[in-house]
């Protein structure tokens, strides 16, 4: 079995976003999609504390402490992109404008429950930013994630046990196992690294998985 | 004449007294009103309930505030961060309370209180341990929280321009909450780079009208592409 790395994964989530979408990369590892963003799509990067048409990092000597994105990290902005305040830019993702977030998680139940901002362990301090926001508000929400943790546990669930993020609010899960499409309360297999058997993937994941290739 | 220029940093937040609510400007350091805040720590106030993003990043804004020992609570959408050491100490060491609302929560709710309106029900944390206690609603099948607006005596933003009228314009994203936090303070004070003369604003492009602004200040260490470090 091939599981695809990181890069992979960016790569083929990047595949999925089609011309003219609005989209908010999460911050980590959903930020990676934006360098393999099809060249010949015209693609709008949402960043929330108030930036749309996103472009790359800046070269070294041209960053801007006025200009970041929501990692807090020196972009750019493309041609014929704007600035706004913080209440326009959380209308945009509530208001049902944002095309596709893509987020981190650390578990996505079956029913689409997400669980990415805190793991409630005691002692640790809590900060959510905008993903409760973000995903509730996107049109359609997508995860990327490794889908086993360190110690081997499958982060696709049946119910999530860490602290929620959203209610249901999870339509595609990209792993480095494959991708799942979530509906009717079930986790539908669309695609599978090669090498690996479906029948195989259930009994690590330890859900009923629909095959839906 | 109205003149809302003050003629030092010092004179802008001379009215702040121990106790006060104060929104601070700033996603990060982007738009992190640095020269006021420094202004506040001047000034011998304490037990400051402050409402912004973040709970200081590094040494400056509100982490210098936080590390003064001014604040007793801080009203927050993102307080860890990997140079939130500040807050980190002072949460650990239980000094300051904490009041977390996710980010969008967060704008709506100043949004809320700038606007006059009582609350707003917002998808944001509906089933989360968020909205625990708090009233909900079902409105055409979707389901809300009911969040109370967030109102301050103070709010302290950063903006590039202004004139003797309040009228502001922002740089790039640091105009984040600025323009929000103007509307919900009984008294804001903004930063600017620059006071230029009355009609030098682009009528067509002022973010922030001058009736949200009560004190407009100067502050020379600040230059275009790049704020104070």
Known sequence: MTRLDRTAMACRVAQDIPEGAYVNLGIGLPTRVADFL????????????????????????EEDSDLINAGKQPVTLLTGGCFFHHADSFAMMRGGHIDICVLGAFQVARNGDLANWHTGEAGAIPAVGGAMDL?????????????FTRSGESKLVDRCSYPLTGLACVSRVYTDHGVFELHDDAAHVTELVSGLSLQELRARVGLELVDAR | M????????????????????????????????????DGLIRRDVTNLTIISNNAGNGETGVAALIKAGRVSKIIC?????????????????????????????????????GSGLGGIFTPTGFGTSLAEGKEVRRIDGKDYVLEM????????????????????????????FGPIMAMAACCTIAQV?????????????????????????????????????
């Open chain 1, 38 to 61: 099809p060249a010949d799509r015209e693609i709008f990067l949402h960043s929330e504390n108030g930036l749309l048409g996103m472009g790359p990092s800046p070269a070294p000597g």
């Open chain 1, 135 to 147: 995903a509730v508000g996107a049109r359609q929400t997508f995860v990327m994630m490794e889908l």
């Open chain 2, 2 to 37: 109205i003149n809302k220029e003050c003629s030092s940093i010092d004179e802008a937040v001379g009215t702040i007294g121990s106790g006060a609510s104060i929104m601070i400007g700033g996603f990060g350091t982007a738009g992190m009103p640095d020269d006021l805040v």
């Open chain 2, 77 to 113: 959408s993102f307080p860890r961060q990997a140079d939130s050491h500040h807050f980190d100490s002072a949460w650990r060491a239980g000094t300051i309370e904490l009041e977390l609302v996710p980010q969008g929560n967060l704008a709506a709710r100043i949004d809320a209180a």
């Open chain 2, 149 to 176: 607006p967030i109102r301050a005596d103070f709010a302290l933003i950063k903006a590039y321009r202004g004139d003797r009228w309040g009228n502001l314009v922002y740089r790039k994203t640091a105009r984040n």
């Open chain 2, 193 to 229: 780079e620059e006071v230029v003369p009355l009609g030098v604003l682009d009528p067509e492009n002022v973010v922030t009208p001058g009736i949200f602004v009560n004190r407009v200040v100067t502050t020379g260490s600040m230059q275009a592409g790049g704020a104070p470090q």
